[in-house]
């Protein structure tokens, strides 16, 4: 299992110190125990059934509305009769005392305490518990219980991180920003949450509406509904709701088409209703219901660490980015056409489901599925939609709704659904089984390149930007290929992703943009300034990052933005109960040239996880920047201590001890960085010159050639190891990593002074 230091890590990117906006991913989205102030403008979701009675009976049933309530005998689900468990070392006791309920367990000293139990979380599978531990902060107790019956295994206390060696310094104990359910939890578990953090106490008055999942999640405030109901005035058009609610697409199947299609117009308005808490994202400021989704979240893309190569699901993704690739989002379709939205179940048992769109008699068929009719291999879901366990008992279900391709999954070791049912067997007699079959499976050409261009291979960037013009892609997809391009700074990458910058999705712009990130400052501003005043916030928010660095060197007339900047700042001070808000303010004031602002965020966001190791890092290159390498010293072997495995801490301590000379002291460090499971082609390219630097060339080239399969046709590595044929005279295949460069950097005037010297390959 990786450790979230490992995950954070790789989360960083290409700019190992100045990119905070996927940090808020893991790290951003009290309450006190007593009951929350309620706006005026919500009324609960008990008023709804004075008219709803129906729909009120399925809610009430649901996980929704039990996703949080106050900690009582009819909500509590787990055995607190005076139950001790061990995990980690750490005894924690679960009683009763006083009509209430109590955990004593270790504190955020170190030091036994008792808390009070003030709310659940969940219901099934499993239950989790918000514990009052003052200051007005909810703590999520990561001893959780598992509430499935004996036969599956539950009915018993479990630990939600059980291979992590936590102690009460580790970023998953209890206590820690991790398990604050103020940031990270409540957000979608209740409605209209204020979090109300104070820097200067660092303290919360966090307010609700409703605890739970209720009506107003999804329909917005209902106070004019109320109204126009008590009036006589509720119309279609005047329901009162800032937005009417829609039905969904009808399917049909038309002539002798064995795929339904939709008849009606297409309604995206389901990722504003759903997508906000059904989605892995991160708040850019407070979240009204209802309201635009990407002017309220920054959707996370289909990253390393997230997601498998080919777009399956691998951290908690939350359905939304997975959904938005499929077929079925492009044609229309809709969360509820398959769920009942009140109750949150399947609006149909097994494979009826499917087959409201895909004709049983081509599809329920042996002939289609290749099994057994009843059995679990003609289940729809479990082919096209396989499962994933999350937090030990949780089975979810990938709503990409893709192929099977066993082969191409264990190129790239993701997971596939044939071997997840068939144990024991591999992914080759799986790929064996389908060409037996004769089943034809179109190889996934975005999935291929996604792989590429994950390894910076140059071969497959040509082949991306060469086939743009005529790209079909999911905007997802695509987007995520595009964030790709920031390694290849090149015309031929410009010119791709400025074709998008146009674009009429969001994702897409914000693709290009943060492809753009790493051109020169001007070229920078030509390309990203008249998307300054964007209408999506989140794609604005994007420009404010791509040019923080450009404000102080503009004209003292230019508003935009230093108006954008200003509201970047807000957006980022909406989490600054975080160590990864603090972590990007200290970035944006850094760029701005605000050391003293800067190094007071890093700080903060130490104060609130003191093993952040990005903060570590990032105030270690201040420092050393400002002169004070004694300090920088200090923060990197804490960050190494805390992260021994991580490239970006080896490469980090490397790279300051060649800066002070100490060049043989650095090669352990720069060779460690490169041997971890987060390591990046730069970081070979970086061990190679130290290599070089050292009089140990040959090692040089042959740490290059070592790593040709893990950073298969990487540019800089090429031109490196051909300056060492050069130099070293040894040129015997030279012209493997020649060809390389003549075909994407034809040109360079070395590259062809090297075609001229060496001839062509």
């Not at 490196?720 to 950097?745: C, F, N, P, W």
Request: charged share 20%; aromatic share 8%; net charge neutral.
């Amino acid at each position: 299992m990786k450790t979230i230091l490992h995950t954070l890590i790789l989360l960083i990117g290409k700019k190992p110190y100045r990119v905070p906006l996927l940090l808020w991913l893991m790290f951003t989205g009290t309450v006190s125990a007593a009951e929350s102030a309620q706006p005026a403008e919500f009324v609960g979701s008990a008023n709804c059934n004075q008219c709803h009675q129906e729909q009120y009976a399925a809610w009430r049933q649901s996980d929704h509305r039990m996703a949080m309530q106050p900690a009582d005998k009819t909500s509590v689900l787990g055995d607190f009769n005076n139950v001790t468990v061990n995990f980690h070392g750490i005894e924690t006791r679960l009683f009763r005392r006083d009509g209430g309920f109590r955990v004593a367990t270790l504190s955020r000293d170190g030091k036994p305490d008792e808390f009070s139990v003030a709310y659940t979380f969940g219901h099934y599978p499993l239950q989790q518990y918000l514990v009052d531990i003052g200051a007005g902060r909810l703590q999520a107790l990561n001893v959780a219980w598992d509430s499935r019956a004996v036969d599956q295994g539950g009915q018993r206390w479990f630990h939600l991180q059980a291979d992590e060696d936590i102690d009460a310094q580790h970023p998953f104990f209890w206590t820690g920003h991790l398990q604050n359910a103020n940031s990270r939890c409540i957000e979608c578990h209740s409605i209209d949450l204020r979090k109300n953090y104070s820097p200067e106490s660092a303290s919360y008055t966090s307010q609700w509406a409703e605890a739970g999942v209720g009506c107003e999640s999804c329909h917005g405030p209902a106070s004019r509904h109320l109204s126009f109901a008590g009036t006589n005035e509720l119309s279609k058009t005047n329901s009162g709701f800032s937005r009417q609610s829609t039905p969904p697409l009808a399917w049909t199947f038309h002539a002798d088409s064995s795929i339904a299609s939709a008849d009606g117009k297409r309604d995206d308005s389901y990722i504003d209703t759903c997508g906000g808490c059904h989605s892995r994202r991160a708040s850019i400021g407070d979240v009204k219901p209802l309201a635009a989704y990407h002017d309220q979240y920054r959707l996370a893309l289909l990253d390393p660490g997230l997601y498998f190569a080919n777009g399956q699901i691998d951290d908690e993704v939350f359905v939304l980015g997975s959904f938005l690739q499929s077929k079925m989002s492009r044609q229309g379709v809709t969360c509820n056409n398959c769920h009942d939205v009140h109750s949150g179940k399947l609006i149909a048992e097994g494979n009826a489901v499917c087959a409201q769109c895909h004709k049983p008699a081509v599809f329920d068929q042996q002939a289609h599925h290749r099994h057994p009719a009843g059995s679990t291999g003609a289940l729809c879901v479990n082919c096209h939609m396989p499962e994933r366990v999350y937090m030990q008992v949780d089975p979810r279900r990938d709503h990409s709704f893709s192929i099977p391709n066993p082969g191409f999954s264990q190129a790239v070791d993701a997971p596939n659904a044939c071997t997840n049912c068939h144990q024991g067997k591999t992914s080759d007699w799986a790929t064996a089984t389908l060409e037996n079959w004769r089943t034809s499976r179109n190889p996934d050409s975005w999935a291929e390149l996604n792989h590429d261009l994950s390894r910076q291979d140059a071969f497959a960037f040509k082949r991306y930007a060469q086939s743009r013009p005529g790209s079909n892609l999911p905007p997802i997809r695509e987007a995520t290929l595009l964030g790709k391009l920031v390694n290849f700074p090149s015309r031929l990458a410009v010119e791709t992703a400025s074709r998008q910058l146009a674009s009429p999705d969001p994702l897409l712009r914000r693709g290009a943009i943060s492809a753009l990130q790493a051109m020169p400052l001007q070229l920078r501003w030509q390309l990203l300034s008249p998307l300054i005043d964007d209408p999506v916030k989140s794609v604005r928010l994007e420009v404010a990052n791509a040019l923080a660095d450009a404000l102080n060197q503009l004209p003292q007339n230019e508003t935009g933005l230093a108006r954008l900047i200003e509201e970047y700042r807000n957006s980022l001070n909406h989490h600054a109960d975080s160590p990864a808000g603090q972590l990007a303010l200290g970035n944006l004031e850094s760029l701005l040239g605000y050391d003293i602002l800067a190094e007071q965020a890093f700080k903060k966001a130490l104060e609130i996880e003191p093993s952040f190791v990005p903060a570590l890092i990032n105030l270690a290159d201040l420092y050393r920047a400002t002169g004070s390498d004694g300090e920088a010293s200090k923060l990197l072997k804490r960050a190494l201590e805390l992260a021994p495995d991580s490239a970006t801490s080896n490469h980090a301590y490397g790279l300051f001890l060649v800066r002070r000379g100490k060049h043989d002291a650095a090669l352990p460090y720069l060779q460690a960085a490169i041997n971890q499971q987060d390591s990046s082609a730069r970081h070979v390219y970086v061990y190679a010159v130290a290599l070089d630097s050292r009089g140990q060339t040959d090692a040089a080239m042959r740490l290059i050639e070592e790593q040709r399969n893990r950073w298969p046709n990487n540019i800089d590595l090429s031109f490196l190891q051909v300056s060492y044929m050069e130099k070293t005279g040894k040129t015997d295949g030279i012209h493997r990593y020649l060809s390389l460069l003549a075909s994407v950097a034809a040109s360079n005037p070395q590259v062809q002074a090297w075609v001229s010297k060496f001839g062509g390959a």
